[in-house]
């Protein structure tokens, strides 16, 4: 039997990317002392590999297809085929965004203040290209780890760090400067793979699926019974994907009327629902919208 080999990012995304996996239709499960997370899916192997390596590994056909960073991809100067963008829009409000940061009483006020000063990230590739590309001479060093601590003890100038709401580095002092890079989760496949019609498919369903739990994070379903007097002002303001599922209730002048809406909304129109007549209305959460 053929196997597609599908990386899972390993860190910060792990809990994220199996939840998703979860609502796509594929269980996951790790165990601790193994690399190779068990699925209930025959066709396909998983491999648990730290993000910032995924795209390599990706690249040299070692793994098939993968999820990791745009950031990463970047660093990394990867040839993937990058098949789906991946926001997780309900574990992360804000996309995570590279920033040029230093302590709040540097003198460094944009970028061309860093002339032949030290900046240490763990994105160096990126960040030495980005300086590189606007004609900025910085000496740009790796950091192991602790890298806000690195500017504000004085061993660097200024650090590239990853940040979503920059509450972290205000409450410590620093200043961004200016963001560099805003990236979020990203699908990719092998280009060989890529040119496997059975391996291409197979990357196919699992970039729909997730793609359809992704969407479905963020609406809800709507049911309600609306009589048929009330039913044209009750559908007048009822948002939906296309238009909403209206059927007759057996032997009566009622409707059962059926909707999937955005979920920043349905607070504000379940009262106007109410208003206009419908009644028994329930909320229900989706786990995929195609």
Not at 56 to 65: A, H, I, Q
Not at 66 to 75: A, K, P, V, Y
Not at 101 to 119: F, H, N, Q, T, Y
Request: aromatic share 6%; hydrophobic share 40%.
């Amino acid at each position: 039997m053929r196997q597609l080999k599908v990386g899972i990012p390993k860190g910060n995304l792990e809990n994220k990317t199996i939840g998703l996996f979860r609502k796509s239709g594929w269980k996951i499960g790790i165990d601790d002392r193994s690399y190779f997370p068990s699925i209930d899916d025959e066709e396909i192997q998983c491999t648990l590999v730290r993000a910032q390596e995924m795209s390599r590994f990706v690249e040299m056909g070692t793994l098939d297809s993968g999820l990791t960073g745009r950031d990463w991809i970047l660093e990394n100067d990867s040839d993937v085929v990058v098949v789906r963008d991946l926001v997780y829009s309900k574990v992360s409000q804000r996309p995570a965004r590279w920033v040029l940061v230093v302590a709040e009483d540097s003198p460094i006020r944009r970028l061309e203040d860093l002339r032949g000063k030290k900046i240490f990230t763990e994105l160096t590739n990126f960040t030495r290209k980005f300086f590189s590309e606007r004609n900025i001479p910085v000496q740009v060093e790796f950091s192991w780890g602790a890298t806000e601590g690195k500017v504000i003890e004085g061993l660097a100038d200024a650090i590239v760090e990853v940040t979503e709401t920059g509450s972290t580095l205000r409450a410590n002092g620093l200043r961004i400067v200016q963001e560099l890079l805003e990236t979020h989760p990203q699908l990719i496949a092998n280009k060989q793979s890529w040119q496997d019609p059975w391996k291409k498919e197979k990357i196919e369903q699992i970039s729909l699926l997730l793609g359809g739990a992704l969407q479905a994070e963020t609406m809800v379903g709507l049911k309600m019974n609306v009589s048929k007097e009330d039913l044209k002002k009750v559908v007048e303001i009822l948002p939906s994907i296309t238009a909403p599922t209206i059927s007759n209730l057996y032997q009566s002048e009622w409707f059962a009327v059926e909707t999937i809406i955005s979920e920043e909304v349905v607070r504000d129109i379940i009262p106007k629902l109410q208003k206009r007549g419908a009644v028994g209305i329930i909320e229900y959460p989706l786990n995929k919208v195609i």
